[in-house]
């Protein structure tokens, strides 16, 4: 009994400090008491350890073109809605009302939108989740979606295709990105943890690149890059980035703060290991790869031909 006591004493003392709230980024971590950075997101939640975790670095030369990674069909993504804006302490989420889903590029069901989040580091510097080649990018946005079978969230944990989150990288480019000034508008209404506000007609559509750019991607299976970190997501992240000036990339770790009063900056997961995984590319991306090797090959005999050619004229 004095054991089972001691347990249950040992219990209600420590619950309280591993709920979701008391998840961290390593930016919280190396300041904060009793807060779980990633390097210790696996002592509380057990899954966050396992061997399909994610983000990871992407190997471009190591990974394999699949024929079945066709372009999506995207439903609702060029619909103007007004959306939910808020601050959920670890990030800005955006909900997206129903009637927004997507359908092939190697999907086995149809997957409806639920949010879109982002991930970024320090006044625009470096902050992406994925990394190509070792190369960390300003920022990422993911947009999760969930099997349409499931009702909630909770359903789909546990299977292995549950969500299928589209992640998209952002570039510093030297002008403003007229489609992100409504969502970036809207950040210093949501400063601080719990503020939400609306952004009126955004249209996913706007915040992507162009169809034509999206046909050129890379899927492996992978986790939620947050606690509890189910290992219950297909992944896709395309090759096209997000251009945002300098000021509009800034904007996001200037105005929007964590619950403690503290900027709201790195709040990206380290890339995990990939434990043999293989990361495949689209049909298109291998075209285009193909494409470009064919071209350099002509341009070098072309090259020779013309050489031999002026050198005979001599």
């Not at 190591?62 to 809605?81: H, I, V």
């Not at 190509?132 to 499931?150: A, N, W």
């Not at 509890?228 to 996001?252: H, Y």
Request: with cysteine; net charge negative.
């Amino acid at each position: 009994m004095k054991h089972s006591f001691l347990l249950l004493l040992l219990l209600t003392t420590t619950l309280p400090f591993i709920s979701s709230e008391h998840w961290c980024y390593q930016s919280q971590d190396e300041c904060e008491e009793q807060c779980y950075g990633p390097s210790k997101w696996h002592t509380v939640y057990a899954k966050c350890g396992g061997n399909k975790q994610a983000p990871i670095n992407i190997v471009t030369k190591k990974t394999e073109s699949n024929p079945k990674l066709k372009p999506f069909t995207f439903e609702g993504y060029d619909r103007a809605q007004d959306v939910l804006v808020k601050n959920n302490g670890h990030s800005v989420e955006t909900a997206l009302p129903p009637g927004v889903r997507i359908t092939g590029a190697g999907l086995a069901d149809a997957y409806k939108a639920l949010q879109f989040h982002l991930h970024w580091g320090s006044d625009g510097q470096a902050g992406s989740e994925h990394t190509i080649d070792g190369e960390r990018y300003p920022m990422e946005l993911h947009i999760v979606h969930l099997k349409e079978q499931y009702h909630r969230e909770e359903e789909a944990v546990n299977d292995a295709v549950g969500f299928a989150v589209l992640g998209f990288l952002f570039e510093e480019s030297g002008e403003d990105n007229p489609s992100y000034k409504g969502l970036i508008d809207a950040l210093g209404r949501i400063s601080h943890y719990g503020f939400n506000t609306t952004v009126k007609d955004l249209r996913l559509d706007d915040l992507i690149p162009k169809q034509e750019d999206l046909a050129r991607y890379y899927r492996y299976e992978g986790s939620l890059t947050t606690p509890g970190c189910n290992e219950a997501v297909v992944w896709t992240l395309f090759e096209k980035p997000i251009p945002l000036s300098r000021a509009q990339l800034t904007a996001f770790s200037q105005k929007l703060f964590f619950n403690t009063g503290k900027p709201m900056e790195r709040i990206f997961r380290p890339v995990q290991q990939a434990h043999g995984r293989t990361v495949y590319r689209s049909s298109s991306s291998s075209v285009l790869a193909s494409t470009a090797v064919l071209s350099a090959s002509i341009i070098s005999t072309l090259g020779f031909w013309s050489f031999q050619f002026l050198d005979l004229t001599r």
